[in-house]
């Protein structure tokens, strides 16, 4: 098996253990691990990202959920990018209590 197999057969892997962990197992952090890990291997794939990300949320990973979408403000444009990151910054003020961190999160915005 080369390199492209096997990396294939790991994401197809992955993408099995990360449905059952979360449908059969009901163990969500599981899945969450085996999800972060497929986004790894694979950044462009948008379902898995989804997946991750609705995870975090539900499982109130809210530090991880910040990080996921950190990663992908480098991507998008301007005003995505400023969209996430006020979303971010909610997310820092209404879950963490953390309103510096919203403060920093903002500031680009405001230059």
């Known amino acids: 098996m080369d390199g492209t197999e096997s990396l294939d057969r790991r994401v197809i892997l992955l993408e ?3 449905q059952c962990a979360r449908e059969v197992a009901h163990a969500p952090d599981h899945a969450v ?3 972060k ?5 694979r950044p462009q794939d948008v379902q898995a990202q989804a997946s991750l990300e609705r995870l975090l ?8 959920l910040i990080d996921l979408w950190k990663q992908r ?9 400023s969209a996430l990151r006020l979303r ?19 500031r680009p915005l405001l230059d």
């Open 37 to 41: 890990e497929l986004t790894r291997l």
């Open 88 to 106: 971010i910054a909610n997310v820092w003020v209404e879950f963490l209590k953390r309103p510096g961190e919203a403060l920093e999160e903002l």
């Open 16 to 18: 099995e253990a990360a």
């Open 73 to 81: 403000v480098k991507g998008l444009s301007e005003a995505e990018a």
């Open 33 to 35: 691990r085996y999800l």
């Open 57 to 64: 949320e539900r499982q109130g990973h809210f530090e991880d």
